[in-house]
C-alpha cells in the first residue's frame, strides 16, 4: 500500500479513537489533502469507513490499495 494511503489511515484511525463523534468525510477531506491523496485513494477510504460503519480501518484490512 502505498505510505501516504497508509499515513492517512493512521491519522484518521488515531482521529476517531481521540473524537469517536469526529465526522469521517471531514476527516478524509482533511487527510486527502494533508497526505496528497489522489481522488481513487480518497474514494476507497469513503468507501472503506461507511462499509465500516466509519470505525476505525485495521492494517491488515487495507492492504488492497
Given at each position: 500500500?502505498?505510505?501516504?494511503?497508509?499515513?492517512?489511515?493512521?491519522?484518521?484511525?488515531?482521529?476517531?479513537?481521540?473524537?469517536?463523534?469526529?465526522?469521517v468525510g471531514l476527516l478524509i477531506?482533511?487527510?486527502?489533502?494533508?497526505?496528497?491523496?489522489?481522488?481513487?485513494?480518497?474514494?476507497?477510504?469513503?468507501?472503506?469507513?461507511?462499509?465500516?460503519?466509519?470505525?476505525?480501518?485495521p492494517e491488515e484490512e487495507s492492504?488492497?490499495?
Amino acid at each position: 500500500m502505498e505510505q501516504g494511503l497508509k499515513a492517512a489511515i493512521k491519522w484518521i484511525n488515531a482521529e476517531l479513537q481521540d473524537n469517536p463523534e469526529a465526522k469521517v468525510g471531514l476527516l478524509i477531506d482533511k487527510a486527502s489533502q494533508q497526505f496528497n491523496l489522489s481522488p481513487l485513494q480518497t474514494d476507497f477510504l469513503y468507501r472503506e469507513y461507511a462499509r465500516k460503519g466509519a470505525r476505525p480501518i485495521p492494517e491488515e484490512e487495507s492492504g488492497g490499495v
